[in-house]
DNA sequence: CCCTTCATATATAGGCCCGATATATCGTTC
DNA sequence: GAACGATATATCGGGCCTATATATGAAGGG
């Protein structure tokens, strides 16, 4: 699934700008599960209006640029629609924290800790983040944002629980260098 | 974390070939939470080979072509350590199967139960695949296995409890066309 | 009161990476 | 015997991310 559908998506909660796009997949409600950046927002938008499955109005600003706001059309709609139809890419998940932690074995106990500190701290972030429902969520945000949590939860608990497991095989510290 | 990083890792296991290293990123240990792929993994044993961080010593065979296979070079793993040392990326994850759940109320209810259902099919795969233990597990793959298990049991609990809550609200099933 | 930082807003260039394809052969299954 | 999958390397096209450029107002710290 293309930027350019992700889009059409984004545009299903009404008209936004590309900056607007930009931060449903950077802060909103689209951040926990997708990622998209200006370098292909931008380009989409553009072939988008060129299809005509979104429309473009630019809204002159005094001293700065010109806000274009995108629409999405009858044909943007159907072909979301259609998009959702096909078979979906199966979930991925990328953790470079877990390629670290192949190698624990090799890594100073101090770092391991580390990585894992960092690795709680952020996904409590996350949990808290995810915690209080927005007001105007739709059922299918809320239904993503209570499927985070459980996720991230059994997470932390599984960390918390085994990190003494990497720990224990990380190199000694080394008391002289 | 660049896919060249990632070859030096794989090689750390012991000598292999890209043939090798690309299986270990689609079925072995690394298919749980990276990816990577001949495109990548063939242009990056080349530039490491240039860098000299992993030595190629080519195996001829008849009827085939040579198979290359590489080996970590002590500069390598160096490389390798200095690359843990620096910041990770966070944990990535992607879901179109979340992103079209957003739309459920958009979606016949028989689509939306489809795509449950497969979603659970996939990960009760994926479970069964991590369940047992490979004997030349090393460690940090055991816990990287069991991590995943955690996940991968929550989210099939809360899919199972939950996914009423989205069914319900996807559009009612049309009599006709 | 000034300076830095952050937010608003669009856009592109460079480089990395995935997916598809090409080539060649053998073993297994239908 | 035909079709398919595994073994094995390699490249091309297109898509995407990161960083950067440009411009300005608001807010906060010193």
């Given at each position: 699934m293309q930027v350019t559908t992700l889009c059409l998506g984004a545009l299903v909660f009404g008209e936004a700008t590309g900056y607007e796009i930009n931060k449903m997949f950077e802060?909103?409600?689209?951040?926990h599960f997708l990622d998209a950046s200006y370098g292909s927002i931008y380009p989409a938008l553009t072939r988008l209006t060129d299809e005509g499955l979104v429309t473009c109005k630019a809204e002159p600003q005094e001293k700065r640029p010109d806000k274009k706001v995108y629409s999405l059309t009858e044909k943007g709609r159907r072909s979301l629609g259609e998009a959702l139809q096909q078979t979906l890419a199966p979930d991925k998940f990328r953790s470079e924290f877990l390629f670290a932690v192949l190698f624990a074995h090799l890594l100073p106990r101090s770092r391991v800790r580390t990585l894992v500190d960092q690795r709680l701290a952020a996904m409590k972030e996350k949990v808290e983040q995810m915690t209080d429902p927005d007001e105007d969520d739709t059922p299918g945000m809320d239904f993503a944002r209570q499927y985070g949590l459980a996720v991230y939860t059994a997470s932390i608990d599984f960390l918390e629980n085994n990190r003494h497991l990497i720990e224990e095989i990380a190199t000694e510290e080394e008391v002289h260098v």
């Open positions: 802060d909103g409600p689209f951040s």
